[in-house]
């Protein structure tokens, strides 16, 4: 299994296809495996794809916290150098684009464009505070159905990632999203870890330094009352707040829009990134 030495830890990592180097960043406690179904196999026929564990999570080392959203930056960073990588493509979906948004901060030499999805720098203007630290509805939904349930269905039969009609038109997908949570579900520590660490980013004042070119995807119906909120006004604000970010709605598509909608998220990604 390949490992890096990054950061005192081992992180796994995977490369596909052949090309310019475009680094997968996953969300919240989400392993590598969540790119492999319909990403990967799109973009390895233009680029040399590079999907990882974080520390906690999957095959790489799980040490105890505290985790940050700039801790997992630091981490990328040193995968892309264990690689011998001077500069990436990176896109992250949820928490993954909020550790993009560190890296551009504090490694801009290595990012050579970057695709922020479904995702956000911390408090929307406009919206009620973010709940800080690990959101108590997170933890009543935990309390009552178990870790094990509330991991697996996070990842599947959930509302929040899929329409109704999708989770009913699609059950041996779901299905099989849901056993490979099962199968690759962190321990609850590290699980909360991620949680906090999410919870805790705040880049909002920061976002004019950021110089790589950005596109800043989002499913158009990704509204779900989560722990970082509003989905596509985050995404908005990401995109008002970068320099000369381009914005850009997938019609229909909740916070799972990249496999709900693989197709024409896939499409759209590759048309921005081969501008750069």
């Not at 509302?159 to 962190?186: L, S, V, Y």
């Not at 707040?241 to 997938?250: D, F, G, K, L, M």
Request: charged residues 20%.
């Amino acid at each position: 299994m390949p490992k890096a030495s990054v950061n005192g830890i081992q992180l796994y990592y995977e490369t596909h296809g052949s090309g310019d180097p475009l680094l997968f960043v996953s969300g919240t406690g989400v392993t590598r495996h969540t790119w492999l179904p319909f990403q990967v196999p799109f973009f390895s026929q233009h680029y040399t794809c590079i999907v990882y564990d974080h520390r906690g999570l999957g095959e790489s080392d799980k040490p105890p916290g505290p985790y940050s959203t700039r801790l997992f930056a630091s981490d990328a960073a040193g995968l892309l150098d264990a690689l011998g990588i001077q500069r990436a493509f990176l896109m992250g979906h949820s928490m993954g684009g909020r550790v993009c948004q560190w890296i551009a901060l504090d490694f801009p030499e290595k990012v050579r464009a970057m695709v922020l999805s479904s995702t956000g720098s911390g408090q929307v203007e406009g919206l009620p505070p973010m709940e800080r630290g690990i959101p108590i509805d997170t933890v009543e939904e935990m309390v009552k159905v178990g870790y094990e349930r509330y991991y697996a269905e996070h990842f599947g039969a959930n509302e929040f990632m899929f329409p109704k009609e999708f989770i009913a038109q699609h059950a041996d997908m779901i299905r099989q999203r849901e056993e490979n949570a099962a199968r690759t579900r962190p321990p609850l520590r590290c699980y909360l870890e991620h949680v906090r660490a999410r919870q805790c980013h705040e880049t909002g004042d920061l976002l004019d330094r950021i110089q790589a070119p950005t596109l800043c995807l989002v499913g158009s119906s990704d509204h779900a009352e989560a722990g970082t909120g509003d989905h596509v006004a985050s995404t908005r604000q990401l995109a008002d707040r970068i320099p000369n970010a381009v914005y850009q709605e997938i019609p229909g598509g909740a916070h799972g829009y990249l496999w709900q909608k693989a197709d024409e998220a896939n499409a759209a990604v590759l048309a921005f990134l081969q501008q750069y």
